[in-house]
């Protein structure tokens, strides 16, 4: 029976172990890795795309390819032809896209992720040489105690208390940034160091057309100290339709 007890302790531990890991390799941040890369530059569908650019000479040219992907993702390739190449991926789900830069000969020189809804630096910034080695490593999460998922959870709390219809979760279809307009709804979250103390934001929008013009839009702000992870403040307002979302003591 001692056994038996002991061996469902292993059992449960491991599962814990398994549900920590789990949660954070499958964290919105980890979209891409540290690995090498290279960009297939003789892409016929890529090289149909190139023109000259400008009129000096020698001759340059560019080329540059929208793509879509049966998953729904962006991709948008750019390249000035014997010099250098840049890429932008964007999911069709979750918080973030991602941004590569190549070498002329296809070589990865460095990647990196945005949060689609706003700008900041999140997770890393792997930079490599022109042989492909992993030069330097950033870290932007270093200094920041609360994880992204834990603000996706905190906006998912304040959707449903403020009846916003948005999807918050970490794998969701997020509104991006260029795409936030003041009649519609949508969710952003960001976070800056203010006077020495480490914030996040969430903001909810959202439109009322029948509003006179200083009320055209709705909106909730969500402040979260990152040390505590907890809501230190929340402002529910309504205010002109081009204005940045308030933070803490503005008027």
Request: proline share 2%; aromatic share 16%.
């Amino acid at each position: 029976m001692k056994k038996i007890f002991f061996y469902l302790i292993v059992i449960v531990f491991y599962q814990c172990q398994a549900q920590k890991k789990t949660t954070h390799t499958n964290s919105p941040m980890n979209i891409i890795d540290s690995s090498f890369e290279k960009l297939n530059i003789n892409n016929s569908t890529l090289l149909k795309t190139k023109k000259r650019y400008g009129t000096t000479e020698p001759p340059k040219y560019i080329v540059n390819l929208n793509e879509t992907l049966q998953s729904g993702a962006l991709i948008e390739t750019y390249g000035l032809l014997d010099s250098y190449y840049d890429q932008w991926i964007t999911p069709s789900q979750g918080w973030f896209k991602y941004y590569k830069e190549f070498y002329s000969d296809g070589n990865i020189k460095l990647k990196r992720i945005y949060n689609k809804t706003s700008d900041g630096n999140y997770g890393f910034l792997y930079e490599f040489d022109k042989q492909g080695k992993l030069v330097k490593t950033t870290n932007f999460e270093k200094d920041w105690k609360t994880f992204f998922t834990g603000i996706t959870g905190i906006a998912n709390k304040n959707a449903k208390k403020f009846n916003y219809k948005v999807d918050t979760s970490d794998d969701g279809v997020i509104t991006s940034k260029d795409n936030q307009q003041w009649d519609k709804e949508y969710v952003k979250i960001w976070r800056k160091d203010q006077g020495g103390k480490k914030l996040w934001f969430i903001g909810f929008n959202k439109g009322h057309y029948e509003n006179s013009d200083d009320k055209k839009v709705e909106r909730v702000v969500i402040v979260i100290d990152d040390v505590t992870g907890k809501e230190i403040k929340k402002l529910h307002y309504f205010d002109w339709y081009n204005r940045n979302f308030k933070e803490l003591d503005e008027n």
